[in-house]
């Protein structure tokens, strides 16, 4: 029986049958939940603890939350909506002007996610977290100890040092500037402090009574899910509050009381030791992933620029407000690569729990998949594989953030046998490390019990500061190291120095080259993105070169044409001086064109930059920042050749959600999907630098984004085949093209005008037709839909085609279409009604079963 279908049949047992996870423990040592005397208070208790085993010398029990995320799955909503909901009530005590004063301060590990929920809540209020690990360069603004704790001590790292001092204006609640608010009196800011369960409420009031000696302030509110005092410890609050001075409120979810009969933590213990000496069925410490299952796919987030990863430095509401808008692109591209998984585990990673619980809440928008959120976590606690228990199942691992304390082991519970067909690992990138990657690691461990595991690294965040010396503080963060210059030809690539700048770096030394065949089997099966790697060069026969020549000479004018509609549409529309970047490789020849048009006809030299997007991974995100940094975003103008179905677009339009003043409408020579409404032409017809590869443009590789190659602070890849110089066309074909310039002129004046009064909106009929197609030829994969001459001729050049669809009657524009299908063995089909040309058909399922001895495509029977 599968893991999915032990997990359904457990689950449909369970629920015929409901029992409390506490019942294991509190039968065993007589430990009992007693609610707060309202009607249902200990089923309302049950509903939101269960009891668990520590293996800890100071504490015997554990109360384990349903709602915090740790160490129960639970839906994403659930657990953000618990600390909104206590922010949300924090704002109601303080009311509005204390409430933009108020300093926020959670709790690590398992307080982190939550006490920044409340932030949320409460809206208008900055958040810092306590940790355990410390930041080189990054000074201490307090710590303290957590009495029953098995770890290390709690640090107070704020990247503001006035954060904790009480001295914040309620102007600057929104700012993240970093500049020194007027002084404020201490009554004026409260402190609110989060933490998962208040029990004997000494690791809270320790903190305060440490701050406030430091930072004295006249008000504080502890919030927590759950309030567990005995009816001595609710005595101590208001004699605390006496003491200090100070007034201290208390908000929490539920309340209630645990009984501990003498001699528990003994009991306890000897009751870990006995489970150990039996067969530890519910803890597994796999060698590795199953054969055959890939350990991990890594899905690049695109991280909004300048956020931090979570609270450990502080996050500020305008932190937020960057973040917010960019969570539903980063869900879609976890969604776009989950497949067809139906339970989904976002699984976080210690402290860092905000980060992967606001893509969990985000996610549960994006996908009809059941997704659940949990972390990893430092606690070693006793698993029993049993209903009235709250930890079933654990997985053992080493710890893979180089902790300060020394290499240990790490866990995370309730993950196996759970069901889940898929994981979301997120981590931050000081823990993207060997560890994380080796056979007993996280990876190999949660491969061992999902069919799909996913890794999205959020960067770390480090205060500039630290880099730099700690008199030098700004709030926002410093960029990082800079980045070089772009690479000009010809040291890289065949075009003239001035016609384009490449924000790229060079992989010309590196093997990345694989045959198609095998490229398309790891493309489809999940175990490679296509662009980590790259197809070996198409070289085309000396009939196939002639037909390009032919194919130039015919449609040249049409594309000068194009050319000048494209490029006078962006001159009247977009800005008088635009910033070219063309998206690497296809649209770069046509940025050259656009820019010797400018040139031609105008007299202005237009700057011009290649940069990579890769479908499913977004746009290279430090050359966006190059380009902030040289330039006007809002002057960028975003280039391409053509579009199919609009991925690209949608691509590019997702991936600048986060980036602000870049204009995500993409100008393109030929539009003939209906994608977009800066265009030269709506008809699908031969562009002929679609006919060939790197030697019409430039002779530059495809882009290459693979993590050993490309790392956080540089440009994607690309390779300069230097070696092609003889077959290379480039410059032929931008000069045919510009020859005629001055003939089309006339006509590129008539047809902008008709435009600029047209309208434009794109109509994405071109998408509405691929999912057609997708459906009709059983393919059930719009990604395998190649529409247009363009596209149809780079799956017959890249990829393993199946078919081509062919408008009847087509005709010139496909000679080099049936040319390259002849020669691969793949059969042209004639259809009527068709919006495109053609339509290239990628082989679906493919393995190397799929084509024959002779490496020809077998058509399906």
Same mark, same amino acid.
């Given at each position: ?83 909104? #909901? ?50 080189? *360069? ?112 208390? +908000? ?17 213990? %000897? ?38 990863? *979570? ?9 937020? %407000? ?6 539903? %692109? ?75 304390? /020394? ?119 999940? /175990? ?44 009247? #529309? ?121 030697? +019409? ?68 009929? *071109? ?17 395998? +839909? ?23 009657? %087509?005709?010139?524009?496909? #000679? ?46």
């Amino acid at each position: 029986m599968s893991e999915h279908s032990e997990h359904s049949a457990r689950t449909e047992k369970e629920t015929a049958n409901v029992v409390w996870s506490g019942s294991w423990v509190s039968e065993r040592l007589g430990i009992e939940l007693i609610g707060d005397g309202k009607p249902d208070g200990d089923s309302e208790l049950k509903d939101l603890l269960g009891l668990a085993l520590r293996r800890n010398p100071k504490r015997a029990h554990l109360l384990v939350s349903n709602v915090l995320g740790k160490h129960v799955p639970q839906k994403p909503s659930v657990v953000y909506g618990a600390g909104f #909901e206590l922010g949300r009530r924090v704002r109601d005590l303080l009311g509005d002007t204390e409430a933009r004063r108020a300093v926020v301060l959670g709790y690590a590990e398992t307080a982190t996610g939550l006490g920044h929920a409340v932030a949320d809540g409460l809206g208008v209020a900055p958040y810092l977290h306590s940790t355990r690990r410390p930041v080189e *360069g990054v000074a201490r603004a307090g710590g303290f100890e957590e009495s029953h704790s098995h770890a290390t001590s709690h640090l107070l790292l704020p990247e503001d040092p006035s954060l904790l001092a009480g001295d914040r204006d309620p102007a600057d609640a929104g700012r993240g500037d970093g500049a020194a608010p007027p002084p404020a009196t201490a009554s004026d800011a409260p402190l609110v402090l989060v933490d998962d369960e208040f029990s004997t409420g000494n690791t809270v009031l320790n903190t305060i009574r440490a701050l406030h000696e430091r930072y004295p302030r006249s008000r504080y509110v502890i919030v927590a899910l759950m309030d567990m005092r005995s009816p001595a410890d609710r005595g101590r609050l208001a004699g605390f509050a006496a003491e200090i001075g100070a007034r201290v409120d208390l +908000v929490a979810r539920g309340s209630g009381t645990v009984t501990l009969p003498d001699g528990v933590l003994e009991k306890g213990q %000897a009751l870990v030791a006995a489970h150990d000496a039996e067969p530890a069925a519910a803890t597994a410490r796999e060698p590795a992933a199953a054969p055959g299952r890939r350990p991990c796919t890594r899905v690049d987030l695109r991280w909004p620029a300048g956020v931090p990863d *979570g609270g450990r430095h502080g996050f500020t509401p305008a932190h937020r %407000a960057v973040l917010e808008p960019a969570l539903p %692109a980063m869900a879609a591209r976890i969604a776009g690569a989950l497949g067809d998984a139906r339970r989904v585990l976002v699984l976080g990673f210690e402290e860092l729990m905000y980060a992967p619980l606001r893509l969990g809440t985000a996610l549960e928008d994006h996908t009809d998949a059941e997704v659940r959120y949990s972390t990893t976590t430092r606690s070693p606690v006793l698993a029993v594989d049993d209903p009235g228990y709250a930890i079933r199942t654990r997985l053992v691992f080493p710890a893979h953030d180089n902790p300060a304390d /020394g290499p240990g082991d790490r866990y995370a519970y309730n993950v196996a046998g759970a069901g889940f067909d898929a994981v979301v690992l997120a981590v931050d990138s000081t823990a993207d490390t060997p560890e994380l990657h080796a056979p007993d690691g996280l990876l190999a461990q949660l491969a061992a019990h999902t069919e799909h595991v996913l890794l999205a690294v959020v960067p770390s965040y480090i205060p500039s500061y630290a880099l730099s010396g700690p008199d030098t503080y700004v709030a926002e963060r410093q960029e990082p190291p800079m980045l070089p210059e772009p690479l000009r030809g010809p040291a890289f690539s065949s075009y003239a120095p001035d016609e384009v700048g490449w924000l790229l770096q060079d992989l010309s030394g590196t093997e990345l080259e694989a045959p198609t065949e095998e490229r398309e089997e790891a493309i489809q099966s999940g /175990g490679a993105h296509y662009a980590e790697s790259l197809p070996v060069e198409y070289q085309p026969s000396a009939q196939y070169q002639d037909l390009f020549k032919a194919a130039l000479e015919l449609s040249a004018a049409r594309v000068a044409r194009a050319v000048g509609t494209v490029t006078e549409t962006v001159l009247a #529309e977009r800005t008088p001086r635009p910033v070219l970047v063309s998206l690497a490789r296809a649209g770069t020849p046509v940025g050259v064109l656009m820019r010797r048009w400018a040139r031609h006809r105008h007299g202005i030299d237009l700057p011009h930059y290649a940069v990579s997007i890769v479908r499913g991974r977004g746009i290279d995100a430090n050359a966006l920042r190059w380009l902030a940094a040289h330039h006007d975003p809002a002057d960028v103008v975003f280039v391409d050749g053509w579009t199919g179905k609009g991925a690209i677009t949608r691509e590019l339009s997702a991936a600048l959600a986060g980036f602000e003043g870049f204009d995500p409408e993409i100008a393109v020579l030929a539009d003939p999907g209906g994608c977009v409404r800066t265009y030269g032409t709506r008809e699908d017809f031969l562009i002929p630098s679609a006919c060939l590869n790197s030697t +019409v443009s430039g002779l530059i590789s495809r882009t290459v984004l693979r993590s050993d190659l490309v790392g956080p602070e540089d440009f994607h890849g690309a390779k300069f085949y230097r070696e092609l110089a003889d077959t290379d066309v480039s410059g032929h074909f931008l000069d045919t093209v510009a020859a005629h310039f001055d003939e089309v002129v006339d006509a590129v004046d008539a047809e902008v005008k008709e435009l600029l009064a047209t309208d434009r909106a794109p109509t994405w009929e *071109g998408w509405a037709a691929v999912e057609r197609i997708s459906e009709e030829y059983g393919i059930h994969d719009v990604n395998l +839909v190649k529409p247009g001459v363009g596209e149809t001729t780079r799956v017959l050049l890249r990829r393993v085609p199946w078919k081509i669809l062919a408008k009847r009657g %087509a005709g010139a524009d496909l #000679e080099h279409i049936r040319l390259l299908a002849e020669q691969r063995g793949v059969p042209v089909e004639e259809v009527d009604g068709l919006p495109y040309t053609c339509v290239g058909l990628i082989h679906p399922k493919y393995t190397r079963g799929a084509t024959g001895a002779d490496g020809r495509a077998v058509e399906s029977k």
